[in-house]
DNA sequence: TTGCAGGGGTCAA
DNA sequence: TTGACCCCTGCA
């Protein structure tokens, strides 16, 4: 497509930054002063924005970065109009998929995403960035564009490497024991039990749920978000407050426990419940449903 | 201004 | 099954 400098464009159908940014999947996007959504990843920053409604333009990225990081890591690849026809299967749902058309589920680097999870527990959104960013400004890369600087994630070893009182310096309370533990036991290489696992451990360089549990921080629903949000599992569910309100809220009609909401999930829209979940939760957040 | 409850979960008892 | 956990925010 049209190729200016370093400004990249691209049709694309399903996408609002808004929609893809703010549906609690990922905490290193923000909204600048013109409407623009800058953010870092896979080592690179740039801002993104839509011009004309069906595109999608990149600046600071190139051709060559385009086809070989952002095209995935937006899931630009995805027919999103049919997966919003296979979640649509009642009232409800054709609600929340129209109240959040333009989302799409980031591929995000998973040791990424499984750090900043731990991160989440019992926590709020904007304290979830502060430390993401404090940890990434002290121990990433730094990345220059322009005369701004951004920083990269650290990398597991990175974090393995650190004290437990330098990782307090991101100011996650409880959680900094979490990180520490977790990142030293990872760096450590892949825990046997994924090796053993034979149901959901079919990617690279990744764990499944199973080998995700045992690691310090990481519970049922921090571990059903790290699969998601990283690509790896779209059936996972993750249910947190949130999606337990409008479940009950809106399909149970009464108290459910989360066993039920994902047996329920499960069978209910199958592989594509991690997009149900999406479209449920960015719903229920935005209209405070249940609240 | 100060004080206190509670939060997008996990852990340990 | 239940309370503690670190720290920040909202609100009285």
């Known amino acids: 497509m049209n190729i200016n400098s370093n400004i990249y464009k691209t049709k694309v159908k399903d996408f609002i930054p808004k929609h893809v940014f703010e549906c609690g999947q990922c905490f290193r996007w923000t909204m600048q002063d013109d409407g623009k959504y800058t953010g870092v990843a896979g080592g690179r920053a740039v801002s993104v924005y839509m011009e004309n409604e069906d595109t999608l333009v990149i600046e600071n990225c ?3 970065d385009f086809h070989s990081f952002w095209h995935d890591y937006f899931d630009l690849g995805r027919d999103y109009g049919e997966i919003k026809e296979a979640v649509s299967k009642d009232d409800i749902m054709k609600e929340a998929v129209r109240f959040g058309s333009g989302i799409r ?8 995403v ?3 999870f ?7 959104i ?5 430390s993401v960013e404090t940890l990434s400004k002290l121990y990433g890369e730094k990345i220059l564009w322009g005369s701004r600087e951004f920083f990269s994630f650290p990398t597991i070893n990175t974090l393995a490497s650190l004290s437990l009182e330098d990782i307090n310096l991101c100011r996650a309370g409880f959680r900094c024991k979490y990180i520490s533990n977790t990142a030293k036991a990872l760096s450590m290489g892949r825990p046997d ?3 053993e696992c034979t149901l959901d451990c079919h990617f690279e360089n990744k764990l499944c749920r199973k080998a995700l549990l045992p690691l310090s921080g990481i519970g049922p629903k921090v571990a059903d978000c790290i699969l998601l949000f990283s690509g790896s599992d779209y059936s996972s569910f993750p249910t947190d407050v949130w999606v337990k309100r409008v479940m009950e809220e809106l399909y149970f009609k009464r108290e459910a426990s989360l066993k039920e909401i994902a047996a329920f999930a499960r069978d209910y829209w199958g592989e594509y419940a991690g997009f149900a979940q ?13 609240v």
Not at 105 to 112: H, S, V
Not at 118 to 124: A, E, H
């Open 105 to 112: 589920l980031l591929k995000q680097d998973f040791n990424e």
């Open 114 to 116: 499984l750090i900043s």
């Open 126 to 130: 904007p304290r979830i960035m502060k």
């Open 278 to 290: 999406q479209y449920l939760f960015y719903y229920a957040r935005e209209n405070g449903i249940g």
């Open 118 to 124: 731990i991160i989440s527990s019992n926590n709020r």
């Open 193 to 195: 039990t994924c090796k």
């Open 62 to 64: 190139t051709e060559e």
